[in-house]
């Protein structure tokens, strides 16, 4: 039951990063802090943040952490969110 949820939480923000164009921020930044990613994308920082750990969680990309203050920096497998990023679903 716990996999059915996960799956399905892991769906709503793959289709969230999809519409909010953030595969595609992703794809042009490459590696970025979840300010970055914001501002480059014209999103609130905090929902952009959760939303990368999100995507963190369900294994679609990964994070690199630093000694505090310097905030992680989020980054997907080589190739994933350009075709992501590429991908137009009909009506959408």
């Known amino acids: 039951m716990i996999g059915v949820l996960n799956d399905g939480c892991t769906a709503l923000m793959t289709s969230i990063g999809h519409q909010a164009g953030l595969f595609g921020t992703l794809a042009t930044t490459g590696s970025a802090t979840s300010a970055q990613v914001a501002e480059v994308s ?41 075709t992501l990023g590429q991908i137009t679903l009909p009506g959408l």
Request: net charge positive.
């Open 42 to 82: 014209g999103l609130n920082e905090r929902y952009v943040r959760e939303w990368l750990n999100a995507m963190t969680t369900a294994r679609f990309g990964g994070t690199t952490r630093s000694r505090a203050p310097t905030p992680c920096r989020a980054s997907t497998p080589r190739g994933w969110s350009t």
